[in-house]
């Protein structure tokens, strides 16, 4: 009985002993585990960075763009689908503090300075001219090796007036003035004073309201305007 009472603490002592060292192996493997994942994690970040160096410095820029586009087609589908104006329904999701944002960011963007002289009205035109143009650079560079430096001859070049302009680009030329006339055509001007007409106004702000009165109510208040001119109204 004695031998056994002694084999007891040693069978108990070599127990824990066991579960502890299972504990430990446990944690180990537990450590190697969590070791592995994240050099795996570690690893597929460094592929995606390696993609992202290698993208266009704009990739976030255009796959933003390309997402809202697709969005802008999506939701132009379901107006269509439900019968709506995507124009309509887009202007009544704005909110007034967007809709002010953009217009100070659109102003900011393309100033309107308005006329300051003669010659800056003529720099803003030539500019607003020239942003319209498309030129086509391969025929450039076929013209150029055809004529040389009797494309654009400079102040040093010897020969003038050697090159001539192919049928299409004075046709174009030809619309762009046509369209230039006819859009100046249209320019309000100003109309001459006449003396002898009836003054029915106290200043150019009230002549403006009874010409615009009389286009649209002359032809019902006309009778009545005849009597009171003639003392005869009712």
Not at 2 to 26: W, Y
Not at 86 to 93: D, G, S
């Amino acid at each position: 009985s004695g031998s056994e009472d002694e084999a007891r603490p040693s069978t108990a002592a070599a127990a824990a002993a066991a579960q502890k060292r299972e504990e430990r192996l446990r944690k180990f493997r537990e450590l190697h585990l969590k070791r592995n994942e994240a050099r795996k994690l570690n690893h597929q970040e460094v592929v995606e960075e390696d993609k992202r160096l290698k993208l266009p410095a704009n990739w976030e820029a255009k796959k933003a763009r390309l997402e809202w586009e697709l969005k802008v087609e999506e939701k132009k589908k379901e107006c269509a689908a439900r019968g709506e104006d995507y124009e309509r329904v887009k202007l009544l999701e704005i909110s007034a503090e967007d809709a002010e944002r953009w217009e100070r960011r659109k102003k900011r963007k393309n100033p309107d300075l308005g006329f300051s002289d003669y010659a800056a009205a003529q720099l803003r035109k030539y500019q607003r001219l020239t942003r319209q143009i498309k030129p086509d650079l391969e025929q450039y560079e076929k013209l150029k090796e055809q004529y040389g430096e009797a494309l654009y001859p400079t102040s040093d070049s010897l020969l003038h007036g050697t090159h001539v302009p192919s049928k299409e680009g004075v046709d174009r030329m030809v619309a762009d003035l046509e369209k230039q006339i006819e859009k100046r055509e249209k320019y309000s001007r100003r109309r001459p004073y006449n003396d002898d007409a009836d003054i029915d106004y106290i200043n150019e702000r009230n002549a403006k309201f009874n010409k615009k009165a009389e286009r649209f109510y002359g032809k019902y208040t006309a009778e009545i305007k005849q009597n009171l001119e003639r003392g005869t109204a009712v």
